[in-house]
Nanobody
């Protein structure tokens, strides 16, 4: 599956953004979909994931209650709604896919989008 992330931009603290990830391929529904982010000088970290089939969602504590992941299998899209953004959310955000289960480890995912930059100003 090929992925393309979009929706990043510049937003003030407390604002909202919705990231989108468009997928190609026939079997999108059979992929677990994750969102990762990488801030300057830091390692890539997993922040949210939505499982295939039962669509169970997972969130890192840093975004829990502020971010919501969802998917639309008919449109082959996955979304990350980000509310109450903080300056520490500034990073390049990546979507990722894998045929297995969700994971917090980037090495687990076989397909990656190109990343979209989110900048939160204070």
């Amino acid at each position: 599956v090929q992925l393309q992330a979009s929706g990043g931009g510049l937003v003030q603290a407390g604002g909202s953004l919705r990231l989108s990830c468009a997928a190609s391929g026939r079997t999108f529904s059979s992929y677990a979909m994750g969102w990762f982010r990488q801030a300057p000088g830091k390692e890539r970290e997993g922040i949210s994931c939505i499982a295939k089939y039962d669509e169970t969602t997972y969130y890192d504590d840093s975004v829990k209650g502020r971010f919501t992941i969802s998917r639309d299998n008919a449109k082959k899209m996955v979304y990350l709604q980000m509310n109450s953004l903080k300056p520490e959310d500034t990073a390049v955000y990546f979507c990722a896919a894998d045929r297995r289960r969700c994971s917090w480890y980037s090495s687990h995912f076989s397909s990656w989008g190109q990343g979209t930059l989110v900048t939160v100003s204070s």
